[in-house]
């Protein structure tokens, strides 16, 4: 079993749907990284969060440290949200533990 | 957010020669960068991790002398694939942790490596 497990692995909506991807991890953390890489391979920091929640325009991120579980959020979605979303979480040394990532597609 | 650059965006090079890439955080000083590597549809997998002013760690399995790495200062990490093989092509992102905001990283635009 993975340290850091990701739902769904591949998500497809309409654009305009709210979105909802999860993370659950296993091992102690510092902090939790959403992550998101286009096509084209660059990677962008989300958000990192270690407590609470916390929201930038259209995305929202959420943590649980009891029951160790994030979700990332977006609502309206729009195809340009089209990517990869990764949840990375840090552990000892600031060392990241990758999730293997969520396809999601947003069709017009 | 913080800014990290990576240059070659994208090289091609024959088997047998060695390839520079370089990782720079453009405006926040990183005593700590990481060098990661990715095959395609899989997630990031960390090759090392580069100090400033002292010898990289480099993940199980990692070559450090097929993998040079090299942090000369606060704003520069550079890492070197020597005699490349094919087996080296893949997509290299180097990430720079900023002490300023708790050590976030932030992620360079990757390299895309092909040896031919």
């Known amino acids: 079993k993975n340290e850091v497990e990701q739902s769904p692995q591949n998500l497809t909506a309409q654009e305009g749907e709210f979105i909802t991807i999860n993370c659950s991890y296993s091992?102690?953390?510092?902090?939790l990284h959403w992550l998101q890489q286009h096509p084209g391979g660059g990677i962008v920091s989300l958000f990192m969060?270690?407590?609470g929640k916390k929201k930038h325009g259209r995305l929202i991120a959420t943590i649980n440290i009891q029951e160790k579980h994030s979700s990332l959020h977006i609502t309206a979605s729009h195809p340009r949200d089209s990517a990869v979303y990764i949840c990375?979480?840090?552990?000892?040394?600031?060392?990241?533990?990758f999730g293997q990532g969520t396809r999601l597609t947003i069709n017009p | 957010g913080a800014v990290v650059s990576q240059h070659p965006s994208r090289v091609i090079c024959k088997s047998g020669t060695s390839v520079k890439i370089e990782c720079r955080s453009l405006?926040?000083?990183?005593?700590?960068m990481f060098w990661y590597r990715q095959f395609p549809k899989q997630s990031l997998m960390l090759m090392a991790t580069?100090?400033?002013?002292?010898?990289?760690?480099?993940e199980q399995g990692v070559e450090k002398d097929k993998f040079l790495i090299n942090h000369a200062s606060l704003t520069l990490s550079t890492l070197t694939v020597t005699s490349a093989h094919p087996e080296d092509s893949s997509f290299y992102i180097c990430?720079?942790?900023?002490?300023?905001?708790?050590?976030?990283?932030?992620f360079g635009p990757g390299t895309r490596l092909t040896v031919t």
């Open positions: 091992v102690g953390i510092s902090a």
């Open positions: 969060l270690s407590s």
């Open positions: 580069s100090n400033e002013g002292s010898k990289a760690t480099y």
């Open positions: 990375a979480v840090l552990g000892g040394v600031q060392k990241l533990v």
């Open positions: 405006d926040f000083q990183a005593t700590t």
């Open positions: 990430s720079a942790a900023d002490p300023s905001s708790s050590y976030e990283q932030y």
